[in-house]
């Protein structure tokens, strides 16, 4: 199975902030990387696939790079309802499997 | 609209049984591949099963893998997850999810609102 490291595990940032978050897997996967943003008591939600891809309507501060083991999120200018917690995803291969969050924070 | 509405998550005691389903409406559901994906409370997401279009194709995390089955009938918008030998790991909420099948890997552009499965004595 692809084990997929994701740091860090929590982040405390202000609004207009910018911030990463990294993804490692433990095999290559190409771009198959997707990122999601979950808020308490919501589903997932996709931001970008294929690694950089940007999700119709969602917003351009959200940006994503990286090929084959390593990803990154990026945030630009952090908004209030940006808080909250992200998860990468690999999709090459079966079992998928997910990263274990980030949890973005209001310092 | 694309929406997903889960159903059937109970409290189920240690062993039992349970059937999941998910209907989809807003798009051509014989199309897309279906996924289901589960959070237990306070965790991060656990991919647990994948079914083809046409069901053909099918796969298990291995944690689910002998105990769960999933199923779809197109002809009637739904998504399904029969489980068996339920244990006190499985508590969690059940999302399904759609997979775009954009040929650029697997991935869940369309979730449900989750169904809570509690498996407790």
């Known amino acids: 199975d692809i084990q997929m490291t994701q740091s860090p595990s929590s982040v405390s940032a202000s609004v207009g902030d910018r911030v990463t978050i990294t993804c490692r897997a433990s095999?290559?996967?190409?771009?198959?990387l997707a990122w999601y943003q979950q808020k308490p008591g919501k589903a997932p939600k996709v931001l970008i696939y294929?690694?950089?891809t940007l999700q119709s309507g969602v917003p351009s501060r959200f940006s994503g790079s990286g090929s084959g083991t390593d990803f990154t999120l990026t945030i630009n200018s952090l908004q209030p309802e940006d808080f909250a917690t992200y998860y990468c995803?690999?999709?090459?291969?079966?079992?998928?499997?997910f990263g274990r969050g980030t949890r973005l924070e209001i310092k | 609209e694309v929406q997903l509405v889960e159903s059937g998550g109970l409290l189920v005691q240690p062993g039992g049984s349970l059937r999941l389903s998910c209907a989809a409406s807003?798009?051509?559901?014989?199309?897309?591949?279906m996924n289901w994906v589960r959070q237990a409370p306070g965790k991060g997401l656990e991919w647990i099963s994948f079914?083809?279009?046409?069901?053909?194709?099918?796969y298990y995390a291995d944690s689910v893998k002998g105990r769960f089955t999933i199923s779809r009938d197109n002809a009637k918008n739904s998504l399904y997850l029969q489980m068996n030998s339920l244990r006190d790991e499985d508590t969690a909420l059940y999302y399904c999810?759609?997979?775009?099948?954009?040929?650029?890997?697997?991935?869940?552009?369309?979730w449900g609102q989750g169904t809570l499965v509690t498996v407790s004595s």
């Open positions: 999810a759609r997979d775009p099948i954009r040929g650029d890997g697997y991935n869940f552009d369309s």
């Open positions: 807003g798009f051509t559901f014989s199309s897309y591949h």
């Open positions: 079914i083809s279009s046409s069901s053909s194709t099918i």
């Open positions: 095999q290559g996967i190409s771009s198959w």
């Open positions: 294929a690694a950089s």
């Open positions: 995803q690999q999709g090459d291969s079966f079992p998928i499997t």
